[in-house]
């Protein structure tokens, strides 16, 4: 018996399978009323996997993120539903459909008389061998999918709403977020961009608007001498570049540090003798520089120069304060440059000294 005033609506994603072209983002015309908070019930009945639960969460939170005023999913505990059927419940579940060629659906029910959603259930088919770690079926991409499927979406050409499986996607591509924005608003949050003096950033310093959910790349560029010492406000971490996800208002100030220039530099012409030969050796010797203290340098590099040309001689290491370049002439004047590298290969502002 059907309840009067009620549809059934059921959708998944399967193997693979032929798509003719499409709009970016294809509605059901159904959807949850706007600022709804749809609580959902995981059943963790794979054998495959013991993090299952994490996976679908993980899903469902970037479908929430895009504009958590306008829809939000919200797990609510475990459950040990495994009935595909109307229970006053929002169930997610494994059951074994053999090799049916889909690996999941999602069913939602709804009223005819407004087009609202009220209920929805997600299976998946645990004939394969699910997997969070990278491997085939991946459970949060599937996940990512059905869950848009919940809120609204039908299949698409491309996209986390295409209906063929075509690897890990965990990601919301912009058609679909867009098909969400029509739907229940989309959020918009402002991204400040700062920079600290020695370097500049990719995007420019400044404030940047984006889209809930939107992954915005966020890369420090040093200027010369400088290096890139770390980030700090929205993110803290020393990873360059790194990847900020729009769920807030957030600024990010990328903070720079000058690598100076060894310190106590000297140079002097010795000459070597034996029984049989005799050479010049310009003897060059340094000192850290303890204004670096914040910086790790991996090495020294010494360059000649010779008519505004730098020249390779030498790499030593962090601990090597002393070099003898061998074989030099006499009464020729030698113009070195010696130079601290940090841990990311920049290099600092050169010790500069003549040998003669």
């Given at each position: 018996?059907?309840?009067?005033g009620?549809k ?11 798509l ?10 159904v959807q ?12 963790p009945?794979t054998a ?11 899903a ?6 895009i ?5 939000r999913?919200?797990?609510?505990g475990p459950t040990?539903?495994?009935s ?25 029910w ?6 609202i959603?009220?209920e929805?259930n ?22 990512l999918?059905?869950?848009g499927?919940?809120v ?7 996209g ?10 965990r990601?919301?591509d912009s ?11 989309m ?15 990719i ?10 959910g ?14 890139f ?13 790194i990847v ?15 690598i100076?220039?060894p ?5 002097e ?5 034996s029984?049989?030969?005799a050479?010049?050796?310009?003897i060059?010797?340094?000192q ?23 020249n390779?001689?030498v ?10 370049h ?7 004047a030698y ?10 290969g920049r290099?600092?502002?050169p ?6």
């Amino acid at each position: 018996m059907k309840r009067p005033g009620i549809k059934v609506w059921l959708t998944g994603m399967i193997i693979c399978v032929l798509l003719s072209a499409s709009l970016a983002y294809v509605l059901f015309g159904v959807q949850w009323p706007v600022g709804s908070n749809v609580p959902y019930y995981i059943n963790p009945n794979t054998a495959d996997v013991t993090d299952e639960v994490w996976a679908v969460y993980y899903a469902a939170e970037t479908w929430s993120q895009i504009n958590p005023a306008g829809l939000r999913l919200s797990y609510s505990g475990p459950t040990s539903e495994t009935s595909d059927s109307l229970n006053d419940s929002n169930n997610i579940f494994w059951r074994n459909d053999g090799d049916s060629g889909s690996l999941a659906y999602a069913r939602f029910w709804y009223w005819t008389s407004n087009n609202i959603i009220f209920e929805t259930n997600m299976v998946f088919n645990d004939y394969y061998n699910w997997s969070t770690s990278g491997g085939y079926p991946d459970i949060e991409t599937v996940a990512l999918h059905e869950f848009g499927h919940w809120v609204g979406l039908d299949h698409s050409s491309s996209g986390i709403m295409t209906p063929n499986y075509d690897g890990i996607q965990r990601s919301i591509d912009s058609d679909a977020r867009a098909g969400f924005g029509e739907m229940y608003g989309m959020q918009i949050y402002k991204l400040e961009v700062i920079s600290g003096a020695g370097g500049t950033t990719i995007p420019s310093p400044g404030v940047y608007t984006y889209y809930g959910g939107d992954e915005v790349i966020v890369e420090a560029i040093p200027e010369t001498y400088n290096c890139f010492y770390k980030w700090g406000e929205a993110y803290q971490g020393k990873e360059n570049p790194i990847v900020i996800t729009m769920n807030a208002n957030k600024v990010i100030f990328a903070d720079f540090r000058f690598i100076n220039e060894p310190i106590g530099v000297s140079g002097e012409r010795a000459l070597n003798r034996s029984l049989s030969q005799a050479e010049y050796i310009n003897i060059l010797s340094w000192q850290t520089n303890p204004i670096n203290f914040e910086i790790t340098i991996s090495n020294y590099k010494i360059f000649q120069v010779h008519n505004g040309k730098r020249n390779l001689i030498v790499e030593l290491n962090a601990n090597t304060f002393e070099y003898r370049h061998r074989n030099v002439q006499e009464n020729t004047a030698y113009t070195y440059e010696i130079v601290a590298i940090n841990s990311d290969g920049r290099e600092g502002r050169p010790a500069k000294i003549v040998v003669e």
